[in-house]
């Protein structure tokens, strides 16, 4: 107890830590070391492979020329540079998606496409039908000579034996568990997960969201059951550049191995030329996009301070979607903040979640956005995994990141902010037509909830941090 208060954390954070220490002593202190040590001088990346990365992306750049930043959000692009080394690139063409079978089937065309190489990392790939689906199409361009490269985090698949991951590597696909979990060693590192969801298909053609693979996110799954709701991006242009950067820094994560050459980086006039060719259907085709990373072991909580800052700047309103709600104290003020300065902040959650301690938890924050003028939306359509913003028909985010401590301090997360008009419209009538499928909560309903329910749900908050 005495190290976690020395360790200066947040003080919810060390209250929460001491309560799990004091009330359960012995399983309490084996929790804290998987979960609870403090990392934050740790280095996944070597410094020369880092820089080089880095590198990469600047070339890639100011190939492209200066873009002009639209002025209401220059300061928010200036911090994603300034903490991530987030370039801001122009003229990207962005769809987006709302239906799994949608995705999936431009997804493998993609990847029938595919000349040189080809990079996907997902959170859960399961041995499933879809998870099948996909080694066979990766499989069919390592036989003609392409270069696959996979990697996934090994808790997220910790229900996947090995069998279906050795497949793959039978198959000529290159595999990478990310920070695996082997007693004793890297124990301490359990708590570290990526839940990235990236594709990179020969450095112009990207995917990034909420979806992993596996039916659920698809397909129906069970008796009555319908595919989760969940939004995924696609994005062609300079942009996948920074798809790239962060798929290779995992790569040498999970596998050590350091890959920087040019041939992942296409040049300035090869995007030019593959955008005119690409006769896919898309809500823009001039979008300004930075690739935001975030991960638990830097000094800043990039994404977060980003959805802060915009919050904090919004005009008219502010639309969020997230499958769990425990939000950080910042988090939580600049919501309130933005809604009792009169933005039109509505918060869209599911109205189960798939997790019953984790839809306890959340709920247990509602009552503090309500009162403050939040207009808080449950999803009933089946489970809403969906992690998007958008603000002011400008700004629009796509990712991984979910409104909680384990997003925003815990995780290795990736989202694309995108500055466009086009997309900030669509993502908000996305938005609207979600709500037909809500009940819109109100101060009055949520304060008459039975004791036990209450109770329950507070109890559990004192545990959000850790969740």
Same mark, same amino acid.
């Given at each position: 107890?005495?190290?976690?208060?020395?360790?200066?954390?947040?003080?919810?954070?060390?209250?929460?830590?001491?309560?799990?220490?004091?009330?359960?002593?012995?399983?309490?202190?084996?929790?804290?070391?998987?979960?609870?040590?403090?990392?934050?001088?740790?280095?996944?990346?070597?410094?020369?492979?880092?820089?080089?990365?880095?590198?990469?992306?600047?070339?890639?750049?100011?190939?492209?020329?200066?873009?002009?930043?639209?002025?209401?959000?220059?300061?928010?692009?200036?911090?994603?540079?300034?903490?991530?080394?987030?370039?801001?690139?122009?003229?990207?063409?962005?769809?987006?998606?709302?239906?799994?079978?949608?995705?999936?089937?431009?997804?493998?065309?993609?990847?029938?496409?595919?000349?040189?190489?080809?990079?996907?990392?997902?959170?859960?790939?399961?041995?499933?039908?879809? %998870?099948?689906? /996909? @080694? #066979?199409?990766?499989?069919?361009?390592?036989? &003609?000579?392409?270069?696959?490269? !996979?990697?996934? =985090?090994?808790?997220?698949?910790?229900?996947?034996?090995?069998?279906?991951?050795?497949?793959?590597?039978?198959?000529?696909?290159?595999?990478?568990?990310?920070?695996?979990?082997?007693?004793?060693?890297?124990?301490?590192?359990?708590?570290?997960?990526?839940?990235?969801?990236?594709?990179?298909?020969?450095?112009?053609?990207?995917?990034?969201?909420?979806?992993?693979?596996?039916?659920?996110?698809?397909?129906?799954?069970?008796?009555?059951?319908?595919?989760?709701?969940?939004?995924?991006?696609?994005?062609?242009?300079?942009?996948?550049?920074?798809?790239?950067?962060?798929?290779?820094?995992?790569?040498?994560?999970?596998? %050590?191995?350091? /890959? @920087? #050459?040019?041939?992942?980086?296409?040049?300035? &006039?090869?995007?030019?030329?593959? !955008?005119?060719? =690409?006769?896919?259907?898309?809500?823009?085709?001039?979008?300004?996009?930075?690739?935001?990373?975030?991960?638990?072991?830097?000094?800043?909580?990039?994404?977060?301070?980003?959805?802060?800052?915009?919050?904090?700047?919004?005009?008219?309103?502010?639309?969020?979607?997230?499958?769990?709600?425990?939000?950080?104290?910042?988090?939580?003020?600049?919501?309130?903040?933005?809604?009792?300065?009169?933005?039109?902040?509505?918060?869209?959650?599911?109205?189960?979640?798939?997790?019953?301690?984790?839809?306890?938890?959340?709920?247990?924050?509602?009552?503090?956005?309500?009162?403050?003028?939040?207009?808080?939306?449950?999803?009933?359509?089946?489970?809403?995994?969906?992690?998007?913003?958008?603000?002011?028909?400008?700004?629009?985010?796509?990712?991984?990141?979910?409104?909680?401590?384990?997003?925003?301090?815990?995780?290795?997360?990736?989202?694309?902010?995108?500055?466009?008009?086009?997309?900030?419209?669509?993502?908000?009538?996305?938005?609207?037509?979600?709500?037909?499928?809500?009940?819109?909560?109100?101060?009055?309903?949520?304060?008459?909830?039975?004791?036990?329910?209450?109770?329950?749900?507070?109890?559990?908050?004192?545990?959000?941090?850790?969740?």
């Amino acid at each position: 107890m005495l190290v976690v208060v020395l360790e200066n954390r947040q003080p919810v954070k060390t209250v929460a830590w001491l309560m799990v220490l004091f009330f359960l002593p012995i399983v309490g202190l084996v929790i804290y070391f998987f979960f609870g040590r403090n990392r934050k001088r740790e280095h996944f990346v070597s410094q020369a492979c880092a820089s080089q990365l880095a590198r990469r992306s600047a070339v890639r750049f100011y190939q492209g020329g200066f873009p002009e930043l639209p002025a209401d959000y220059v300061h928010l692009i200036r911090l994603f540079r300034r903490q991530s080394g987030a370039f801001p690139y122009a003229d990207n063409k962005i769809r987006f998606f709302t239906v799994g079978q949608e995705m999936l089937d431009n997804l493998l065309r993609d990847i029938a496409a595919a000349r040189h190489h080809i990079h996907v990392e997902f959170y859960i790939i399961e041995d499933d039908r879809i %998870g099948r689906m /996909i @080694t #066979e199409a990766l499989a069919k361009k390592v036989s &003609e000579g392409v270069s696959v490269r !996979l990697v996934y =985090d090994d808790v997220g698949c910790w229900n996947v034996k090995n069998s279906f991951f050795r497949r793959m590597e039978n198959k000529g696909i290159q595999v990478g568990a990310f920070l695996p979990v082997r007693f004793p060693k890297l124990t301490s590192k359990v708590d570290f997960r990526n839940h990235r969801k990236i594709v990179v298909i020969d450095g112009i053609v990207g995917y990034v969201g909420g979806m992993n693979l596996a039916e659920r996110y698809f397909y129906p799954v069970g008796d009555g059951k319908r595919a989760w709701r969940d939004t995924h991006t696609r994005i062609m242009g300079n942009a996948v550049g920074g798809l790239q950067r962060a798929f290779l820094s995992d790569w040498y994560v999970a596998t %050590g191995q350091t /890959i @920087t #050459e040019q041939v992942y980086y296409p040049h300035e &006039e090869e995007c030019r030329r593959i !955008l005119k060719e =690409d006769c896919e259907p898309c809500v823009s085709r001039s979008a300004l996009v930075q690739i935001v990373t975030s991960i638990p072991t830097a000094p800043w909580p990039d994404i977060m301070q980003g959805m802060v800052l915009a919050l904090m700047r919004a005009k008219k309103y502010f639309y969020l979607q997230s499958p769990y709600f425990m939000p950080t104290e910042r988090m939580l003020f600049a919501l309130q903040t933005a809604a009792l300065a009169g933005v039109d902040v509505r918060l869209m959650l599911p109205e189960r979640s798939d997790k019953r301690l984790l839809t306890w938890a959340s709920r247990s924050f509602l009552h503090d956005v309500i009162r403050a003028g939040v207009r808080v939306y449950l999803y009933q359509s089946g489970f809403l995994h969906s992690k998007t913003l958008v603000c002011d028909d400008m700004l629009t985010s796509c990712g991984s990141t979910n409104i909680d401590f384990r997003s925003f301090e815990r995780n290795f997360e990736v989202n694309a902010f995108v500055y466009d008009a086009e997309a900030a419209r669509m993502m908000r009538r996305i938005f609207q037509e979600d709500q037909k499928h809500c009940r819109l909560l109100n101060l009055e309903m949520w304060e008459t909830r039975s004791l036990y329910l209450r109770v329950a749900e507070s109890s559990i908050r004192l545990l959000a941090p850790l969740l």
